[in-house]
């Protein structure tokens, strides 16, 4: 695995909030997943449950 880090610049800053929103939102759907699945909740239920709970596709 190769790890690239970068400085994102931005345009403006609504474009810089709605980058950090998505950011903030994609870490909770992961920390809720891992322990869901943790709890021995099954991968198919888990994406179906994480798109209704934090409206991601």
């Known amino acids: 695995m190769i790890t690239i880090s970068a400085k994102l610049l931005f345009s403006s800053y609504q474009d810089k909030e709605k980058v950090l929103n998505l950011m903030r939102i994609w870490s909770s759907a992961m920390r809720y997943a ?12 888990l994406r179906k449950l994480i798109q209704d709970v934090f409206g991601l596709n």
Do not use: A, D, W
Request: glycine share 8%.
């Open 34 to 45: 891992y322990k869901r699945f943790l709890e021995g909740m099954e991968i198919n239920t």
